[in-house]
């Protein structure tokens, strides 16, 4: 299994960016995805979630808004727009194929492929 996160970079604060997660290996369209963030020396931290079929979504409060997690399992891929960047927003994102979505939570899958960067600045 693979998954490629790509679309990360430089963007000021209010800016915008699209990140995709490219799986294979998986069946895509019967597994959920969830991103994640993380930032040096701490947790990684959930951002968003998508059903299978794409017809539910989950957001962590700070993104609620700003940030649209979408899919096309044509592509077998995933996204995450993210409008009006903030600095906090500053990690490695990382996306997450195949784990477990109830309840609004999402309970990741052991495999983790390179997460790709966005730095904010202000």
């Known amino acids: 299994v693979q998954l490629q996160a790509s679309g990360g970079g430089l963007v000021q604060a209010g800016g915008s960016l699209r990140l995709s997660c490219a799986a294979s290996?998986?069946?895509?369209?019967?597994?959920?995805v969830g991103w994640y963030r993380q930032t040096p020396g701490k947790q990684r931290d959930l951002v968003a979630i998508?059903?299978?079929?794409?017809?539910?979504?989950t957001y962590t409060d700070s993104v609620k808004g700003r940030f649209t997690i979408s899919r096309d399992n044509t592509k077998n891929t995933a996204y995450l727009q993210m409008n009006s960047l903030k600095p906090e927003d500053t990690a490695v994102y990382y996306c997450?194929?195949?784990?477990?979505?109830?309840?609004?939570?999402?309970?990741?899958?052991?495999?983790w492929g390179q997460g790709t960067l966005v730095t904010v600045s202000s």
């Open positions: 998508i059903s299978s079929s794409g017809d539910r979504t």
């Open positions: 290996g998986y069946t895509f369209s019967i597994n959920a």
């Open positions: 997450n194929v195949g784990g477990v979505y109830a309840n609004n939570k999402y309970y990741a899958h052991y495999y």
